[in-house]
């Protein structure tokens, strides 16, 4: 069965990176057909889907997220990693990451989620 672990620094300066990792066991995140994804919810809000890595290394970003987004791996820690730029108050949130499925065709693309880190708290203040 797997499952995942976030880790972050918890407090991040505005205008700084926001670096953060998920380390999977029970699973091998270069295996066919794992999609794994980095998830938000800033206090009182919704989730916001923030990215993808897909097995074979390929990443899709949220459209809002892309210009400040990077999504990548380690497979010699069997680890998937997100950086989120010049972050802002706004970006205070707690940061999920979890196995699932990534689908596109014509008309769009669509995501599901079957398992999920516990998540981790990130806030940015000075």
């Known amino acids: 069965q797997v499952q995942l672990h976030e880790q972050g620094p918890g407090l991040v300066t505005p205008s700084q990176t926001l670096p953060l990792f998920c380390t999977v066991s029970g699973g091998i995140i270069t295996s066919d057909y794992y999609y794994w994804h980095w998830i938000r919810q800033p206090p009182g809000k919704g989730l916001e889907w923030m990215g993808v890595i897909a097995f074979s290394g390929t990443t899709y970003y949220s459209p809002s997220l892309k210009s400040r987004t990077s999504i990548a791996r380690a497979t010699s820690k069997n680890q998937f990693t997100l950086q989120l730029m010049s972050v802002t108050p706004e970006d205070t949130a707690v940061y999920y990451c979890?196995?699932?499925?990534?689908?596109?065709?014509?008309?769009?693309?669509?995501?599901?989620?079957?398992?999920w880190g516990q998540g981790t708290q990130v806030t940015v203040s000075s």
């Open positions: 979890a196995e699932g499925y990534y689908y596109c065709s014509s008309t769009g693309c669509s995501n599901s989620f079957d398992t």
